[in-house]
Each structure stands twice: as structure tokens, then as C-alpha cells.
């Protein structure tokens, strides 16, 4: 179950009493407020609060030479200056606040993200449920040949049937001990701080994040990238249609900037300027070792 009867009572209970506010709203945002967005087999995303928008970036970078807010298009074109200049002080005027359950192996991955407030489940008070992400078929993949960090070709027929059992029955057994140790049913019953540590990493756990706007783009960016694992993806995909929402305008820049941008060395500049002029530039003429030459010819397309 994605949202427990006592989280579904607590958001009909904050629904059902709306506040008048002064504060800046935004109405995608507004849309988002308390709604779980499904992510995985079990896991979700959802908005708790948030703080800001697209003018209060543009306002905090104008309160240096005492002038207020323009229009939408001045707006729109200082965001796009802020971004293109990676001045990242205006967008940490705008806050999120998350409520993100997820598997613990994806949490691990996640908090490596240190620019953020992270309050967790405790495992150590309460008893986690007996869920566990078991990835969908097309999602098991054998371990990639060129990237010691990634996925290769997909696992198929009688192989992929045999790695979806084990993780059924280990998640299950592993989970029937937990029940079994921490049971006081004729015995003491061994504490759950200690009788979690036997659950598998792909149990879930939940957690409140909450964030500002230029190191929410930083996760972004690397997360929601495609090379990033898919299980942490799909989370950021779902973050991203929400700040879409949010702020579109510092959205639509971080698009173009960001994840549609790259970001070329010295050496990389130096060999696109000799191309331009016809010289025939290789990789072993180029400066370059053979990682960052693949890599440079992704950037540009180049079949060979």
C-alpha cells in the first residue's frame, strides 16, 4: 500500500481545512500539494510544502541594485542569465519540502546528497511492512561490459524468472525472521534496532526531504540523467514534473542549460575549433585518453 489509512487520514484532515495565506503560491504547485505521485512497485513522491517561485529568484537577484520585479519576460530572460552564469544564490530563495518512500538501496544512493534536511523512518521505534521492491522483468539487466557502474543487455526467459525467484524468497524469508525475532509471543524478543539489520536492501523505508531549488537542479541533473540507475530515475522524473509545475520558467533554463547542455574541456574546445577549420582530428591526435574521446564523440553525435 502506497499511503497507510493514517497518512491518507492525515492528508483528507489537512485538505479538508485550507488556510488563506499572503505568502507567493503557485497554482501547478498548489495542484501537487499532499498528492502521492506512484513511483516503483511501492514507493511514491509527494509534496508536503514549499516556498517561493519564479519571482522570488528573480528578486533576490535584483535586491544587489534596488529594483523590483519587471514582467514575466524580463523574468524569464534574468533566469536564463543566472543559469547560463551558474549564479546559484537567487535560486535557493525557492524551497520543497518531500515525502518520499523508497527502497533503502536507493536511499543510500540518494543521501549522498548532502545539501539537504533528511528525516527517516526509524527502524528502530516502529516495524517496517513486509514490502520490497522486486524489479519488473525488463528491468534485470546483466552487468555492463564498457561501465563497472552500470546495466548491460536484459536478462531474459528461464534466467530472469530464476533472479526474480531468489529476490521473492530471500525478501520473504529474510522478512519471516525479522517477524520471528523481534516477536515477544514466549520470549523476550530481540530489540528492532537490532533485528533490523537482517532486512534486505531492498526493503522500503520513507523520509521527509526537503531542499532549495539550485541543489534540488544539482540532484536533478545527475539523477534524472540517463545514465543514472533506474530506480533512483523514476524518482527524479516525477520530482521533475513537479518543479515544472513550480517554477517553469527556472525549469524551462535548467532544461536547456543543464540537462540539455554539456560541458566541454579545454582540450574538447581545442579539437571542435581544429574540426571547424577541416583538419582531420583522431583520437590519437586529439589529447584526449579513450574514455573522454567516446565520450566526446556522444556529444556530438557522431556514429563512429
Given at each position: 500500500?502506497?499511503?497507510?489509512?493514517?497518512?491518507?487520514?492525515?492528508?483528507?484532515?489537512l485538505?479538508?481545512?485550507?488556510?488563506?495565506?499572503?505568502?507567493?503560491?503557485?497554482?501547478?504547485?498548489?495542484?501537487?500539494?499532499?498528492?502521492?505521485?506512484?513511483?516503483?512497485?511501492?514507493g511514491?513522491?509527494?509534496?508536503?510544502?514549499?516556498?517561493?517561485?519564479d519571482?522570488?529568484?528573480?528578486?533576490?537577484?535584483?535586491?544587489s541594485?534596488?529594483?523590483?520585479?519587471?514582467?514575466?519576460?524580463?523574468?524569464?530572460g534574468?533566469?536564463r542569465y543566472?543559469?547560463?552564469?551558474?549564479?546559484?544564490?537567487?535560486?535557493?530563495?525557492?524551497?520543497?519540502k518531500?515525502?518520499?518512500?523508497?527502497?533503502v538501496f536507493?536511499?543510500?544512493?540518494?543521501?549522498?546528497?548532502?545539501?539537504?534536511?533528511?528525516?527517516?523512518?526509524?527502524?528502530?521505534?516502529?516495524?517496517?511492512?513486509?514490502?520490497?521492491?522486486?524489479?519488473?522483468?525488463?528491468?534485470?539487466?546483466?552487468?555492463s561490459?564498457?561501465?563497472?557502474?552500470?546495466?548491460?543487455?536484459?536478462?531474459?526467459?528461464?534466467?530472469?524468472?530464476?533472479?526474480?525467484?531468489?529476490?521473492?524468497?530471500?525478501?520473504?524469508?529474510?522478512y519471516?525472521?525479522?517477524?520471528?525475532?523481534?516477536?515477544?509471543?514466549?520470549?523476550?524478543?530481540?530489540?528492532?534496532?537490532?533485528?533490523?539489520?537482517?532486512?534486505?536492501?531492498?526493503?522500503?523505508?520513507?523520509?521527509?526531504?526537503?531542499?532549495?531549488?539550485?541543489?534540488?537542479?544539482?540532484?536533478?541533473?545527475?539523477?534524472?540523467?540517463?545514465?543514472?540507475?533506474?530506480?533512483?530515475?523514476?524518482?527524479?522524473?516525477?520530482?521533475?514534473e513537479?518543479?515544472?509545475?513550480?517554477?517553469?520558467?527556472?525549469?524551462?533554463a535548467?532544461?536547456?542549460?543543464?540537462?540539455?547542455?554539456?560541458?566541454?574541456s579545454?582540450?574538447?574546445?581545442?579539437?571542435?575549433?581544429?574540426?571547424?577549420?577541416g583538419?582531420?582530428?583522431?583520437?590519437?591526435?586529439?589529447?584526449?585518453?579513450?574514455?573522454?574521446?567516446?565520450?566526446?564523440?556522444?556529444?556530438?553525435?557522431?556514429?563512429?
Open positions: 500500500m502506497p499511503l497507510t489509512p493514517e497518512q491518507l487520514a492525515e492528508i483528507d484532515a485538505r479538508s481545512n485550507p488556510q488563506p495565506t499572503l505568502r507567493a503560491t503557485v497554482p501547478g504547485m498548489e495542484a501537487h500539494l499532499y498528492h502521492a505521485h506512484p513511483v516503483l512497485d511501492h511514491f513522491v509527494r509534496v508536503i510544502d514549499y516556498m517561493g517561485d519571482a522570488a529568484i528573480c528578486q533576490a537577484a535584483r535586491v541594485y534596488g529594483k523590483g520585479t519587471k514582467s514575466v519576460q524580463n523574468d524569464a534574468l533566469i543566472l543559469m547560463r552564469h551558474w549564479h546559484s544564490t537567487p535560486f535557493e530563495m525557492c524551497e520543497i518531500l515525502h518520499v518512500k523508497l527502497p536507493v536511499a543510500r544512493q540518494w543521501i549522498r546528497h548532502r545539501t539537504a534536511n533528511v528525516n527517516e523512518y526509524s527502524a528502530r521505534y516502529s516495524i517496517l511492512d513486509r514490502e520490497f521492491y522486486i524489479p519488473e522483468p525488463d528491468a534485470l539487466a546483466a552487468q561490459v564498457v561501465n563497472n557502474q552500470g546495466r548491460g543487455a536484459t536478462l531474459e526467459g528461464a534466467e530472469a524468472a530464476r533472479v526474480l525467484e531468489i529476490l521473492k524468497a530471500d525478501s520473504n524469508r529474510a519471516d525472521n525479522y517477524e520471528s525475532m523481534i516477536s515477544d509471543e514466549g520470549q523476550a524478543g530481540l530489540a528492532r534496532e537490532l533485528a533490523r539489520m537482517n532486512l534486505p536492501a531492498n526493503i522500503y523505508t520513507q523520509w521527509y526531504w526537503k531542499v532549495d531549488l539550485h541543489n534540488l537542479f544539482h540532484f536533478l541533473r545527475l539523477r534524472a540523467d540517463a545514465h543514472a540507475q533506474y530506480e533512483i530515475r523514476v524518482y527524479a522524473d516525477a520530482i521533475c513537479m518543479v515544472k509545475d513550480w517554477v517553469p520558467a527556472s525549469y524551462a535548467f532544461e536547456d542549460y543543464r540537462m540539455g547542455g554539456v560541458t566541454l579545454a582540450t574538447a574546445i581545442a579539437c571542435v575549433q581544429r574540426m571547424l577549420k583538419e582531420k582530428v583522431t583520437q590519437e591526435n586529439s589529447g584526449m585518453s579513450k574514455g573522454e574521446w567516446r565520450e566526446f564523440l556522444g556529444v556530438l553525435n557522431d556514429p563512429a
